[in-house]
């Protein structure tokens, strides 16, 4: 109860019931059950062994996932890239090629690239999805290769597209992406979309900026 935080823009729960809390100026922080704080990552003392990036733009954080192996992930909606603390490895970029680009490109984590990725989630497999908003796309980066793919969205910014398959579909601002069990995804930004595991996309009956699934 004496711990501050500042400006808290993701919670997740991790396997073994702590509680992380990413704030948006970069910070990470585990909450253990018994109330502990610890910071994870802090912006002003945690870099990285490459490229000052951090000290050059700050990394400002958006969202993050937890696999099961204790990685965190998260996005850096300025930096264009999808970041990886590991409690082994440390802080290192995972996806993404950072700097502003206007260019979509799939493919490996050093050749495939984000604009203004925001939200993201995991699936029981591990494959991660990412809102990749100035694409106005739903991207997925695999777990075991790191491929990043175009999942959803043609880039256009109107919900459009039910009942096909969901790279024809327009999306519009995503602000919540989420994944079963089953292996189906659901993006929310005002209409409630659901791509199945056969990549078809419709509309649910619901609106709403956020999701949430009950595991």
């Keep these: 109860t004496n711990a501050q935080f500042n400006s808290i823009i993701a919670i997740q729960l991790d396997s073994m019931g702590d509680l992380i809390v990413g ?3 970069g910070a990470i922080r585990k909450v253990t059950p018994s109330g502990q704080v610890t910071t994870l990552r802090d912006y002003q003392t945690l870099t990285y062994s490459g ?3 951090l000290d050059q733009i700050g990394i400002y954080l958006s969202d993050l996932c937890i696999a099961s192996n204790g990685a965190i992930y998260f996005t850096a909606t300025y930096d264009n890239r999808i970041w990886k603390l590991d409690p082994t490895n440390g802080l290192a970029p995972f ?12 493919g490996p984590p050093g050749i495939g690239t984000f604009l203004n990725p925001t939200v993201m989630a995991l699936d ?4 991660i999805f990412v809102a990749d908003n100035g694409n106005k796309r739903i991207r997925r980066i695999d777990h075991a290769t790191g491929i990043i793919t175009t999942y959803a969205g043609n880039g256009t910014s109107t919900a459009t597209g039910d009942g096909g398959p969901a790279t ?11 994944a079963d069990k089953k ?6 930004g005002g209409t409630i979309r659901k791509v199945d595991n056969s990549g078809i996309i419709t ?8 999701i949430a699934i009950d595991t």
């Design 23 to 25: 704030e948006f100026a």
């Design 51 to 53: 490229p000052p990036i």
């Design 95 to 106: 996806a993404g090629t950072g700097g502003p680009t206007f260019q979509l490109q799939d």
């Design 124 to 127: 029981s497999r591990g494959n």
């Design 168 to 178: 024809n579909a327009g999306l519009s601002n995503v602000t919540g992406v989420v």
């Design 183 to 188: 292996g189906n995804i659901y993006i929310a």
């Design 203 to 210: 509309s649910l009956p619901a609106s709403s900026n956020y």
